[in-house]
């Protein structure tokens, strides 16, 4: 296995029989995640795209993502949720904390900017601000090709691109990537001629990060897309073996599950690493709306150490104890830093000298689960030897197939999410879409 799962620090929380306990329910859980027998079976494709995926299209998001990096200073990639988080992740954790800061003649490939995935009219002005008078593509996702956000943004950019390049220039800098066949999108992009990219059928969002979706930003970006997939792959292999003894992001899944039933209900993704930030927020939307039905499921929360030990470290040690982490720690980092000498010793750091900042952030992670798990939280640990495409894709493909398992064995359909409809059908209602009509008046009515 390319990373390790520690559960070490269990042991005051989980007794030594009980994982090989759950073994059967996990077993049933893999039988209908893999023999399509379980809810929302349309929807588990996601399985095997590391090895079954579609090897022209992938050709295809290599050449556009090489003409996005030969015509364009900035690609706007517009899309939200499953259609943003993965490739937000991605890109940050894969080009360094401060890509999107560095100079145009610094940068190796376009900046990145995310458009669509709220509805802030000033970040929109922001980032039209910053774009400036530079060279642009737009790369539209969205599966449903309907969504809010990303179709008021994708319009605003669009009107730019024709303002800057004409219409022809425009279409030939829009890059669609949404449904085989359905939806607004689709409809408009073959209407237009927009080089487009399939969200395959039987995929859904928070789980279409190695399609197109986070492919053709993440190659844009300057990453190898091969070894991301690659990454994947091997974890495919590896993490396919029912046997708890033998797969541990089905262990995970056991845990975390074993946990909830003691009434940890919260767990928290953490890192050591700024640049694993946005991941969280990727795993956030997996875990979340995977398992959050029938009022049930961990809520998935997140945390930056040691930043947070700042802020929300005090109510991790001390506050209600219905808090799991999940830790995800980098082996080795991909620079690191000494800590300088001094002649004198005013800051008393004198015992840190020649240390690396690293050596100083390994203790604090292991301070801070010992003293955690002291105050009563249970930690587990994913070790990553270091942060590249390999890992990345491994780690992705680890959390999506512990997430399905672990959905099964709380007894929802992982791969739904009909509680993200409702706001929506309110706020269709009240901004007058046709057919929301009677909706509105009644809301308008309780305003
Ligand atoms: O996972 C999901 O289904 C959602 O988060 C969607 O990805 C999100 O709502 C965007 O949908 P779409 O890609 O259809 O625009």
């Not at 789980?207 to 190659?219: C, E, N, Q, R």
């Not at 961990?298 to 929300?312: E, G």
Request: charged letters at 25%; proline letters at 3%; a negative charge.
């Amino acid at each position: 296995a390319h990373i390790s799962f520690d559960t070490s620090s269990l042991k005051t929380f989980v007794h030594d029989n009980e994982l090989g306990e759950l073994q059967a329910m996990v077993s049933a859980a893999d039988d209908e995640l893999r023999k399509g027998t379980g809810a929302g079976a349309d929807y588990i494709d996601w399985l095997h795209l590391p090895t079954d995926y579609d090897k022209d299209e992938f050709a295809r998001i290599q050449k556009a993502a090489a003409k996005i990096q030969s015509d364009s200073k900035v690609l706007v990639v517009i899309g939200i949720g499953g259609s943003y988080l993965g490739a937000r992740a991605a890109i940050d954790f894969l080009n360094g904390a401060f890509y999107q800061a560095q100079r145009d003649e610094d940068r190796k490939s376009p900046q990145i900017l995310f458009a669509g995935n709220s509805l802030s009219s000033s970040y929109v002005h922001d980032l039209i601000q910053l774009i400036g008078d530079r060279d642009f593509s737009v790369n539209v996702i969205s599966k449903s090709g309907t969504t809010t956000e990303p179709s008021i943004a994708f319009r605003i950019f669009k009107e730019l691109l024709i303002k800057k390049y004409g219409e022809k220039g425009a279409n030939s800098r829009i890059y669609a990537t949404t449904d085989r066949q359905k939806g607004a999108l689709k409809t408009e992009a073959d209407a237009e001629g927009y080089e487009s990219f399939v969200i395959p059928d039987g995929v859904g969002g928070r789980y279409s990060v190695l399609t197109a979706v986070g492919l053709l930003p993440i190659a844009a970006a300057g990453a190898d897309i091969d070894q991301l997939m690659a990454g994947a792959r091997a974890a495919e292999g590896d993490y396919s073996d029912a046997d708890l003894t033998k797969n541990e992001a089905y262990q995970y899944a056991a845990y975390r599950n074993i946990l909830y039933r003691k009434g940890y209900t919260t767990e928290l993704l953490e890192n050591y690493e700024p640049t694993m930030t946005m991941f969280a927020e990727w795993w956030k939307q997996l875990a979340g709306e995977s398992e959050g039905k029938d009022q049930k499921g961990i809520y998935p929360s997140s945390a930056n150490f040691s930043t947070d030990l700042h802020s929300l470290g005090q109510y991790i040690q001390e506050g209600q104890r219905t808090l799991m982490e999940t830790v995800v720690k980098v082996g080795k980092p991909n620079h690191d830093v000494e800590i300088p000498k001094e002649d004198t010793d005013l800051d008393g750091l004198g015992y840190l000298e020649g240390k690396s900042m690293d050596y100083v952030n390994t203790k604090a992670y292991q301070a801070v689960v010992l003293a955690h798990v002291d105050g009563g939280v249970p930690v587990m640990t994913v070790n990553i030897p270091e942060q590249n495409e390999f890992t990345l894709g491994y780690l992705i493909y680890f959390f999506e197939v512990a997430i399905g398992i672990s959905g099964y064995l709380n007894g929802i359909n992982p791969f739904n999410q009909p509680g993200v409809e409702a706001y929506k059908t309110n706020m269709f209602g009240l901004l007058g879409k046709p057919g929301f009509e009677k909706i509105g008046d009644d809301l308008r009515s309780r305003l």
